[in-house]
């Protein structure tokens, strides 16, 4: 009987930690939210075993650091984010090995390092750390410090913390992955906004402004810089910066001249620094700052100015973050030269006998009719702000029976957007000769425009191929503003589907949607509607849009573009406003309501 006692008693130990492991199980894969995994993890530790602080450090981006996300004891809220190089230390034997190590007298094992002892504020008597392994790859460690009653550690410790320990390595790794997928939705969304910004008539003080904000809600930073560069790249011209204090104005441009930015510009070339204070390029314009990460905003090579961002942790930008930042610099660097060029051409306003001119020009290559195309019609109409315009709409037949459409916004206005107006309007009846598809007749006219058109110089554009045999309609929408199909039931839906502006990058991703039309209506437009002004200084915006577009019941395509042009004037109260406005309208045949009074029977 003794036998049996003595037996059950391991038994129920075992029931208790498997028990505790099921628990544990459980409450991990509770959330995907990463900082809330943090704080189960730290609950879970504390109810595993009895030690006086414990740790979970993280390997970073270049797999080179430790970077502890939590820790419980005396100092956990300093401990997190401290950065330790894999190999020092036992935590560091442990993440270069991927082997698990329990000490009862830690201080005399020869990897242990007095060094961690201080930068942790712990000292300490045992360890237990296990490596965290997800799929057989190290992504961390967990540790455990002094056993609590100066008592060794025992096996079942162990075999606690290794099976806890892989349990919190599938967790972290599925939070982390979770992450990423919501990191890459926002990016994603984050560039089409930016994109469609692009076409906004900003100062480049508000550009500057709109790109630091933008950029913190994908790559986090403490501090921000973003400089420009006058046009032979010797002097900041306009500059806007984030959490560098007051009176640090000489050193942040300093940092220009001679520290980590001023090597970026110089060499045209990104830069991480993981440790600023070891780089004899940095200047200390800001005291917490403890790695670094710089990019050049280049056009056609040329470097127009500089995006900083400073972190106060050691190592915490990695390279996915710096391919994320050069494509953001690249989105930068148009709208930063679009700002110019807008500033540029408001000086130019008074040149009105050449305007006369252009404009003359303009029209000759624009429909002055509207277009039947099977059942369907297809309108277009534009009000230039300026005598000329940098917007464009036009249509065309191709040689499988389709018909393509499209309606473009050129950067600037006036006599230069004019030309570049002409030069896109070329360019797509030269790449629609031989092709019949949306996409890849705006891939068509980016080459051209790539290789004719100024480096400050880009068009935003839509451009759809329509069936009007089945009514089926291609799309690509190059940074456009996003046209709005309006059902019958006044539902809506608006059509993204495409790829950054054209004109600018050599081979832009570009994507084709695909809808059919049959009683719906198409309605484009540039962002001289959505854009326009009250005197109260409100936009006409989109809603006001779809709701005049709900009202257009059996209104044929030119009758929809002049109510929503009422509508505007009407809201603006102005006869002549800043920006270009044009409309484009695709709607099947609206059948005549007949208005003669019946017969009476016999008559």
Sequence with gaps: ?????????????????LEFLIKSSRLLNSTLDFDKLLGVILRIVKNAVAVESASVSVLDKDEKHLVYQLAMG?????????SVPVGKGISGWVARNKQPV??????????????????????ARSIICVPLKRRGKLIGVLE???????????????????????????????????????????ETRLFHSISAALSMQLTLDEVLHRILTSLKKIVYYDAAGIFVLDKKNQFIVNEDHHSYGTGQEEKIRLKLDEGIVGWSARNKRSIIVGDCLSDPRYVNARPQTRSEMVTPMLVRNSVIGVINLENDRLHAYGEDDLVLLESFAAYAAVAIERARLYEDNRKKRELQRQLHLARTVQEFFTPKKGRKVGNYHIRGINYPGLMVSGDYYDFFPLKNGTYAFAIADVAGQGIPASIIMSSFRASLHTAAIDLVGAKEIAMAANRILVETVRPQDFVSAFIGVLNPGSGEITYCNAGHEPPVLMRQDGSYRLLEIGGPILGVFDNP???????RVDDEVLFCYTDGLTEARNAANEEFGLKRVVANLRRSGKMSAQEICSDMHEK???????KDWMDDVTFLVVRKEVPEVSTARPRPPGE
């Design 1 to 17: 009987m003794a036998d049996q006692s003595a037996k059950k008693t391991p038994d129920r130990k075992r029931l208790a930690e």
């Design 74 to 82: 005396k100092r956990g809220t300093d401990i997190k984010g401290l």
């Design 102 to 123: 329990v000490l009862d007298d830690a201080k005399k094992d020869k990897r242990y390092s007095l060094e961690l002892e201080r930068m942790l504020g712990l000292e």
């Design 144 to 186: 455990g410090v002094n056993r609590i009653g100066g008592a060794p550690f025992e096996p079942t410790d162990l075999s606690i913390f290794t099976a806890l320990g892989d349990h919190i390595a599938m967790a972290i790794g599925n939070a982390r992955l979770h992450r990423q997928v919501k990191r890459k939705n926002l």
């Design 509 to 515: 991703v570009l994507l084709e949607g695909r809808l």
């Design 568 to 574: 505007l004037q009407a809201y603006v109260q102005v």
